[in-house]
C-alpha cells in the first residue's frame, strides 16, 4: 500500500538556523507530491507542489523542496526560519491514484 | 472567491447518536474530499466526490458514509458514533480529481463524542 512518512515529528529550531524536514514515500511509479501547512487556528494550506520538471521546487514564505526519485524523498527546507514558521507541516503524495495520501505531519515550533 | 465552508464547526454528541457534516466547495470546484485529522494519526482520507459520484473511498467502516449533491456542495454521516470518532473533520475542494490537484481545505469540523 502507499504511504508516506515524515520522520519527525517535532521539531524546535531557533529563529535564524535552517530548516530541513523529511518526507519519504513508497511507491515506484510517477508521483504528484505536495507540502502543505496549518498555521496555528488557520486552515491547512499549499505551500508548494511537485508535477513534473524541475525537481527543486520553490514554494511561498521562502520555502523550496527537492524531489528526488531515487531516494523517494521529497524534502522540505528553509535556509533561515523565522518565528512566524510555527506550524504543523504536512507531506502529501498522489501515487497512481485518483486520491491524496498525507503523511502524520510534523510539528515546527521557532523559538523566538 | 469564497472560501470552503464547513457547518458546523463544532459538534458534541453521545455514543450511537449520528451525525452530519456540511460542506460547500469554492464557486466552480467540483471535487470535494473529506479527511479525518487526530493528533495521533494526522490526515486520514475518508472519501471524495466528483459530480455526484463518489470516486474514491478511504479505509474506513461503513458508518462513514457521504453524497454530494448537483451544486457540488457535500455532506457526510457517520452513524452509531464511537469515542474514537472524535475528530477534526476537514472538507477539501478542487478543480480536478483526476489527477487531483491543490486541494483547498475548510476549517473543519471539530466533533467531540462523549
Known amino acids: 500500500a502507499q504511504s508516506v512518512s515524515q520522520h519527525n515529528h517535532h521539531v524546535i529550531l531557533s529563529e535564524a538556523a535552517s530548516l530541513e524536514l523529511g518526507c519519504n514515500y513508497s511507491?515506484?511509479?510517477?508521483?504528484?507530491l505536495f507540502w502543505y501547512v496549518q498555521y496555528p487556528g488557520q486552515h491547512l494550506q499549499l505551500l508548494l507542489k511537485?508535477?513534473?520538471?524541475?525537481?527543486l521546487v520553490k514554494g511561498i514564505k521562502g520555502f523550496e523542496a527537492e524531489f528526488i526519485k531515487s531516494k523517494f524523498s521529497f524534502n522540505l527546507r528553509k535556509p533561515s526560519v523565522q518565528w512566524s514558521d510555527t506550524a504543523e507541516y504536512f507531506c502529501?503524495?498522489?501515487?497512481?491514484?485518483?486520491?491524496?495520501?498525507f503523511g502524520k505531519g510534523t510539528r515546527l515550533h521557532i523559538l523566538p | 472567491k469564497a472560501g470552503v465552508t464547513q457547518t458546523p464547526r463544532y459538534l458534541i454528541k453521545t455514543r450511537g447518536q449520528q451525525v452530519t457534516l456540511s460542506c460547500s466547495p469554492i464557486s466552480g470546484h467540483r471535487s470535494v474530499s473529506w479527511y479525518q485529522q487526530t493528533p495521533g494519526q494526522g490526515l486520514q482520507f475518508l472519501f471524495e466526490y466528483f459530480s455526484e459520484t463518489q470516486r474514491n473511498k478511504g479505509n474506513f467502516p461503513g458508518r462513514f458514509s457521504g453524497r454530494q449533491f448537483s451544486n457540488s456542495r457535500s455532506e457526510m454521516n457517520v452513524s452509531t458514533l464511537e469515542l474514537g470518532d472524535s475528530a477534526l473533520y476537514l472538507c477539501?475542494?478542487?478543480?480536478?480529481?483526476?489527477?487531483?490537484?491543490?486541494?483547498?481545505f475548510g476549517p473543519g469540523t471539530r466533533l467531540t463524542v462523549l
Open positions: 511537485y508535477f513534473s520538471g524541475d525537481p
Open positions: 511507491y515506484g511509479g510517477t508521483v504528484n
Open positions: 477539501a475542494s478542487s478543480s480536478s480529481y483526476s489527477p487531483p490537484d491543490t486541494q483547498y
Open positions: 502529501a503524495v498522489n501515487a497512481g491514484t485518483d486520491k491524496i495520501i
